[in-house]
């Protein structure tokens, strides 16, 4: 990267660990940083951004709670090349710290189903059907026990996000089913394992027959079930 932050970037009005973080943002942003890539070392790094060695260091922990970096011993700090648990956990703080309403999560669940089932119909392989059909085929097994009956409905989420065929599509809606799993317990200890296995066949159909227009439907039917039967503590 040889010097182009002191180039680029003027201090901000922020916390000095802020503006590091802001900086890495934005390389990454422009497409000047690429997943894998190698940052400068600390010392160069503080040098480029006229700020302490601890700030770059305080910065970089921030950013490893994040999932935007990892240490490689003996190597140095590099950009994550992959998604992680720890990064999708932040977001999911984020939706904790805003309290959404319940018109909010019922919105935003039907509108993020509304696009993965229409793309996972669209875009699924036979491997994703497949996928989907062995998980559909262990719900009846879990009917009394809601806690293993929402880990099988949240793979079957998770595989439909898969099918997408769509890495960003995918992790937003991990995240959001992630956030409602209390909400979706709740639901399968009421009734949602009957409701979860129906609406799940609907949408294995939907995806063998190629049926787009049945997206808003599905997406619809999916969270009245959800919304009917979690405890209103929920929202």
């Known amino acids: 990267m040889n010097n182009r932050f002191t180039q680029d970037y003027q201090r901000q009005k922020t916390s000095a660990s802020d503006y590091v973080i802001s900086v890495i943002r ?3 942003l422009n497409k000047r940083l690429k997943p894998g890539e190698q940052l400068p070392s600390e010392t160069e790094l503080a040098a480029q951004l006229e700020v302490s060695r601890s700030t770059v260091r305080e910065a970089m922990r921030v950013l490893m709670a994040y999932g935007v970096v990892e240490i490689r011993r003996g190597k140095g700090t590099f950009i994550c090349e992959e998604s992680t648990r720890v990064s999708e956990d932040s977001t999911i ?11 909010e999560q019922m919105e935003f669940r039907a509108s993020m189903e509304r ?28 009917e009394n026990d809601p806690e293993k009956s929402v880990e099988v409905d949240l793979e079957f989420h998770r595989l439909l996000g898969e099918a997408t065929k ?10 959001a089913m992630e956030y409602i799993r209390p909400s979706l317990i709740s639901s399968h200890r009421r009734n949602w394992p009957v409701a979860a296995e129906k609406t799940h066949r609907l949408i294995l159909d939907a995806i063998n027959n190629r049926d787009t227009s049945s997206a808003d439907k599905l997406a619809q039917e999916s969270t009245y079930y959800w919304i009917v039967d979690a405890d209103e503590k929920f929202f």
């Open 166 to 175: 769509n890495r960003m599509v995918a992790r937003v809606y991990n995240v």
């Open 115 to 142: 696009i993965v089932f229409e793309l996972a119909i669209k875009n699924a392989t036979q491997d994703d059907i497949d996928a989907l059909t062995a998980n559909y085929e262990n719900m009846p097994d879990m």
């Open 93 to 103: 703080f984020s939706f904790l710290i805003v309290q959404p309403t319940k018109r």
């Open 26 to 28: 934005d390389e990454l």
